[in-house]
């Protein structure tokens, strides 16, 4: 086994829970809103003391309009990141979805199939829940053969 991996192997009877990777993308995708809230309540923190502050009838045209330009600016930078946010959001979901979509939505309808049509069982590769359904259904159905009758 390399040390420089990030997750270890398998060992031979463990199994992988499609709980444990649900609740573990769950994870990432609130630690991420936690980061553009957290973004968020500065930047328009920073913005409101600005505001606040802001006395127009001292100011001159220059300083107004620089005032104004830099709170324009600050909201642009806003928009773009945010914007930026929200693609790369998306495209992880859509990467975690076809991935859910491969280790669930696939081997389910292999499943029903093989039930279905009673054609050999699909191979699965990996051992999550998934596996050990199929393994049970095929336990299952060598236990129950049928009987003969006259």
Known sequence: MSKNRIFRDELP????????????GYLVAITCMGYIAFYLYIQLGQMDRITEVLN????????????????????????????????????VSI????????????????????????????????????KQLLSAINRQTENSVPEKRD
Do not use: C
């Open 56 to 91: 127009v009838s001292v100011m001159t045209d220059e300083q107004f309009s620089l005032v104004k330009d830099r709170m324009l600016k600050a909201t642009h930078q806003m928009r773009k990141e945010v914007m930026w946010l929200v693609i790369v959001g998306n495209l």
């Open 13 to 24: 009877d463990e199994r992988k829970s499609i709980v444990n990777l649900l609740m573990t």
């Open 95 to 130: 990467v975690g979805a076809v991935y859910m979509f491969n280790l669930v939505v696939r081997p389910l309808r292999q499943l029903v199939k093989h039930i279905e049509e009673g054609t050999t069982p699909p191979e699965i590769k990996s051992n999550n829940e998934i």
